[in-house]
């Protein structure tokens, strides 16, 4: 596949998906003596056009390196970041590429990508236990990453009512699953 | 469960694999159909933990998120800080920061070759290559102070300079690798047992691997050219001339069985020795951290506003954290993930269709933070029987089979 500058990548992107690009950056970073740099690329998008734009993102280069989804709560809103990379393989073309979306915790949703990414199995269970983002279109297996008995509507890493920080004092007023 | 084990149960770090870890197979006969992983056993809740301390505090915390890539985790923290906070690391510290990552690939690749040496029955070569890793353990502690958890690395920098005295002792033990690793190799890649046991054992296709963003050596067997060292330049190896190491290096093709996993980690060795020896003649002279005083720089990071990520190729592939910092003391997001977490679903690809004795070495070969399978529970489709299999049961099958196979 041919490589494409990161200026490029996002024209392309906000081209492709008029209006669903809400915001970018590109981070240029250098190491070493010799000063040599490689690219980092921020896009913040509508949460509804992800499964689209990683589709793109595949017809971009074939196969991108999915390397983790990191959340964070923010209030009104859940935010979530995938991290991606493309064209691996060759030195300093490597591109870190982070979608950032903003979900409103009124309407927790998000389409899976496993049929396009199978590796990011893991990382999808794991937002949904510990956000509670419904994962559309994943299969409903049993919790990755916390206990089989974990207390149903809590979700460890929200730092609102729902979060489990109740749990690190107050264990009993917890209700359990059977 | 009882309520102890788990008081504090959050946290998406995933290190536990080298702790509980429970797999399910669907047997028919002696060929394995189904594979269902159960992690999670031993989760810490470390970024749970993380909310309630600054950064500084935060690069102990990673330190011990796993006891083998003790300089892995700070090492990509501490990046995605300096990110993040926009701090310029000065070149020493970033060429001491990568001799003590190499030296610990080192010892990481020496035990792997143990566990796997062990998984197959042959216990004299444990011992032997494990005392071959003393030697690189003992350097470590004279450079850092520790043998695993360096407490070496600082936002900023290092915290310990590398003086001349000590470089005549790094050379010496990388002599000393250099001397025994013909011995290592005619071990494990020209015995006739080893190639029976692993050639064609644990296949993972490199379509497998890619779509399952595999990462690290495990990939690297495969075929695959991923090597964050070389395509993405961090630190000092963006002066260095680091290639990314598949097995046709050696022999000219690639299976991506458990054989083309110990020649890719083998010729890491080679690798990790040279990049040292290169990074001891280049290296510069000045500051070792930008902010020798800590409470300035946690007064800097208190200030300072953005996110970050760090990368950084372990031993076994790709660490990656995320930071966001927003002005408070307490960085608002740390999310760190091993490499591990990525490898986890290569097992299915691997292990159906192998045998029962087979699973130790499989498991082990993508080095998952030590294979250890305390369950295994096994269901017999011809009789519906379930039987639960000990790591020990498990082991003693996995010798049986080398006994039975031996020229």
């Known amino acids: ?178 | 469960m009882n309520k102890e084990s788990y008081s504090i149960p959050i946290g998406p770090v995933h290190p536990s694999l080298k702790e509980p870890m429970t797999f399910n197979f669907e047997i028919y006969g002696e060929r394995i159909e189904k594979v269902n992983l159960a992690p999670g056993d031993n989760h810490r809740g470390i970024e749970f933990m993380g909310r309630q301390r600054n950064p500084i505090q935060i690069i102990y915390l990673a330190e011990r998120i796993c006891g083998i890539c003790s300089a892995s985790h700070p090492f990509a923290f501490c990046r995605a800080v300096e990110n993040a906070a926009g701090i310029e690391v000065p070149e020493r510290a970033q060429y001491i920061r990568v001799i003590i990552a190499e030296l610990e690939r080192i010892h990481s690749h020496i035990l792997w070759a143990g566990v796997a040496a062990h998984e197959l029955g042959f216990d004299s070569v444990l011992y032997l290559s494990w005392r071959a890793r003393e030697k690189v353990l003992d350097l470590l502690e004279d450079l850092t102070g520790n043998r695993i958890n360096y407490g070496i690395f600082m936002i900023g920098g290092v915290r310990r300079d590398i003086s001349e005295e000590q470089i005549p002792r790094i050379r010496e033990t990388l002599e000393y690798y250099k001397d025994i690793y013909g011995k290592i190799e005619d071990i494990f890649l020209n015995d006739p047992t080893i190639a029976l046991r692993t050639k064609n054992v644990g296949v993972l296709t490199k379509e497998d691997a890619l779509r399952l963003c595999a990462v690290g050596p495990t990939t690297r067997a495969s075929g695959i050219n991923k090597d964050i060292r070389q395509d993405q330049p961090y630190s000092a190896y963006a002066d260095l001339e680091v290639k990314a190491i598949t097995p046709d290096v050696l022999t000219g093709e690639v299976n991506g069985d458990v054989y083309d996993r110990i020649i890719v980690r083998l010729l890491e060795l080679v690798q990790s020795i040279q990049i040292i020896e290169q990074c001891l003649d280049n290296m510069p002279s000045g500051e070792i951290v930008v902010e020798k005083k800590l409470v300035k720089l946690l007064n800097q990071l208190k200030k300072a506003k953005g996110e970050g990520i760090g990368r950084h190729e372990a031993p076994r592939g790709e660490v990656i954290h995320y930071v966001k910092l927003n002005e408070s003391e307490l960085p608002e997001v740390w999310k760190a993930r091993a490499p591990t977490y990525n490898n986890l679903m290569t097992w299915v690809p691997m292990l159906i269709g192998q045998q029962i004795a087979d699973i130790p070495i499989v498991i082990a070969s993508i080095d998952p933070c030590i294979a250890c399978m305390d369950r295994v529970t096994i269901l017999n489709k011809a009789n519906g029987q379930k039987d639960t299999l000990t790591k020990k049961d498990l082991h003693e099958l996995s010798v049986q089979k080398t006994r039975r196979i031996a020229p």
């Open chain 1, 1 to 178: 596949m041919e490589y494409i500058k990161p200026g490029k990548i996002i024209e392309l992107f906000e081209e492709k998906f008029d209006g669903s690009v809400i915001n970018s950056k590109i981070e240029i970073k250098t190491a070493g003596l010799k000063k040599n740099s490689y690219n980092v690329i921020w896009l913040q998008i509508n949460p509804e056009d992800l499964k689209n734009i990683v589709k793109f993102l595949c017809s971009i280069t074939p196969f991108p390196h999915f390397a983790m989804i990191s959340g964070n709560d923010i209030g009104e809103n859940i935010e979530l970041i995938y991290h991606f990379s493309i064209y691996y393989g060759e030195r300093f073309k490597e591109t870190s590429i982070s979608l950032v979306m903003h979900l409103s915790k009124k309407n927790l949703k998000i389409l899976t990508i496993t049929d396009l990414i199978p590796g990011a199995q893991t990382a999808e269970r794991e937002i949904k236990e510990m956000f509670g983002v419904i994962v559309e279109g994943l299969p409903d297996l049993a919790n990755i990453f916390l206990p089989k008995d974990f207390p149903k509507g809590v979700y460890p890493l929200r730092k609102d009512e729902k979060g489990a920080a109740k749990m690190v004092n107050k264990e009993e007023e917890v209700k359990k699953v059977e």
